[in-house]
């Protein structure tokens, strides 16, 4: 499984990759720091990665545990030193965080989750010694002129592609004709998540209702780390008709899954595989398939990519369903048996049959 410009393929599974090691405690860094056997960077130096999450940090069992599964993996086959970092509850100190880990000589760094993009070019530029890269935002600014020194490198994901496939698969499954979205945060980039999966439902049947709620507005990133309103937003929709959702809600998502467990309904998770990731059974057993976002993957494939020296700052890497960045998960068996229908509809996204929008 190769990512765009050359991504090196997992040795693991997602479900595997998210059993996530135990790391020494490092109370002064407010994160965790690791370390594997010897490994080297460009200059010959060990490996030191740093990682600083998005809001609601590790634990999420989505998108940010699966940032930490790639750079885990990533460590663990090259050598080297870990550290991962959460920003406090309102994300304000983003930037030290960024500055943390350069300042501590890990190299590359990690932001993860597109809030990083509007202070990761300023932190770079103070660093340019150093090797960043961005998830879910570029590595170019609005000009389309590199960020900070031009060493920021944007890993991006075609997720309007997998949320099309999800969009499909719950169509095909619905009996109600009925769907819904909740987003986390009413934002352009989880726009095209909804966008993706409306026209993914409206493909495979036409007329079906899609209802469509975020759980807080663009600039309060709470909504992605809330799950007791991730269940009152999705209990709405449930009781307005709709018999499956689709969450793109980071933790809030375990919100939706409790409320389809109470509802007797079903739920699509995000970015992970949710099957395999949440604890409650009762979340698993309506879990009929998740949108895979393959987060661990890209993160992986940068880093590997650092340690051979060839990563280029100031560009953008997508991953899409031509290069399996992003998909359809099939744990559980419960969309086994429209397959071929989900696999006709990629074929058409890929061969360019059918061009996804990115946005309502």
């Known amino acids: 499984m190769r990512r765009a ?7 693991l599974l997602l479900a595997g990759g998210m059993a996530l090691s135990a790391c020494a405690s490092d109370e002064t860094s407010g994160g965790t720091a690791s370390s594997g056997s010897a490994g080297g960077s460009p200059s010959g130096a060990a490996l030191k990665v740093g990682l600083a999450y998005d809001t609601g940090g590790r634990g999420d069992n989505s998108f940010n545990d699966s940032a930490y599964a790639g750079m885990e993996n990533a460590v663990n086959e090259l050598g080297g030193e870990l550290r991962d970092l959460t920003p406090n509850e309102d994300a304000s100190n983003r930037p030290e965080l960024l500055s943390q880990l ?11 989750g597109f809030a990083y993009g509007d202070i990761i070019g300023d932190i770079a530029n103070e660093f340019p010694d150093t090797t960043f890269a961005i998830v879910d935002s570029s590595g170019l600014g609005p000009d389309g002129q590199p960020l900070g020194a031009g060493n920021v490198t944007g890993l991006q994901f075609a997720s309007e592609q997998g949320s099309f496939l999800a969009g499909v698969a719950a ?9 819904g979205f909740v987003g986390g945060v009413e934002t352009p980039l989880i726009q095209t998540f909804q966008a993706g999966f409306a026209a993914g439902a409206e493909a495979a049947k036409p007329g079906i209702t899609v209802d ?9 990133f709470s909504g992605f780390a809330d799950p007791a309103r991730g269940q009152i937003v999705a209990q709405g929709i449930y009781d307005a008709g709709a018999d499956i959702i689709y969450h793109a809600a980071g933790a809030s998502g375990g919100g939706v899954f409790t409320a389809a467990a109470a509802s007797g309904k079903r739920a699509i998770g ?24 393959r987060v661990d993957n890209a993160v992986q494939g940068f880093i590997t990519d650092f340690s051979e020296g060839s990563v280029t700052g100031g ?7 031509s290069t399996e960045g992003v998909g359809l998960s099939y744990t559980g068996g419960f969309i086994d048996d429209i397959k071929s229908q989900i696999d006709d509809y990629a074929g058409q996204i890929t061969s360019g049959a059918i061009t996804v929008p990115t946005a309502p």
């Open 315 to 321: 560009s953008d890497i997508v991953n899409d369903l």
């Open 212 to 220: 469509v709620q975020y759980i807080s507005p663009a600039g309060d």
């Open 270 to 293: 995000v970015d992970s595989d949710q099957y395999e990731t949440v604890d409650d059974p009762a979340q698993k057993a309506v879990i009929m398939t998740s949108m895979l976002k």
């Open 171 to 179: 169509a095909l499954k619905s009996t109600a004709n009925h769907v």
């Open 102 to 112: 350069a300042e501590q000589g890990f190299n590359p760094v990690i932001a993860v």
């Open 5 to 11: 410009r050359g991504m090196k393929a997992a040795a």
